[in-house]
Nanobody
């Protein structure tokens, strides 16, 4: 089974940057589409960004487009989320997710594996 572990979260001031990493176990990482979701207290888990299994295409929520960049390094079994120009509204627990397809939609129910989450807090 694939296991995912996020890292890189923390406290940052508005306008700052963070880079999240998601390390995946297993030998078939390159066959999975990957995504980042986030969830704030009392809110539903929401889509942030996704990347196809090959890394050839990326997709973003409108709220992060132009500020966040998702990428992957299949040789390292790792997916990244570079977050720039952070806003207090970005504060949430960020989750890495994998689905067993070249690409999945933006619904969390389509993803097969999840990390434990990493907290991102953006102060004013």
């Amino acid at each position: 089974q694939v296991q995912l572990e996020e890292s890189g979260g923390g406290l940052v001031q508005a306008g700052g940057s963070l880079r999240l990493s998601c390390a995946a176990s297993g030998r078939t990482f390159s066959s999975y589409a990957m995504a980042w979701f986030r969830q704030a207290p009392g809110k539903e888990r929401e889509f942030v960004a996704a990347i196809t299994s090959s890394g050839s295409n990326t997709y973003y929520a409108d709220s992060v487009k132009g500020r966040f960049t998702i990428s992957r390094d299949n040789a390292k079994n790792t997916v990244y989320l570079q977050m720039n120009s952070l806003k207090p509204e970005d504060t949430a627990v960020y989750y890495c997710a994998a689905c067993e397809a070249t690409m999945c939609n933006r619904s969390p129910w389509l993803y097969n594996y999840w990390g434990q989450g990493t907290q991102v807090t953006v102060s004013s």
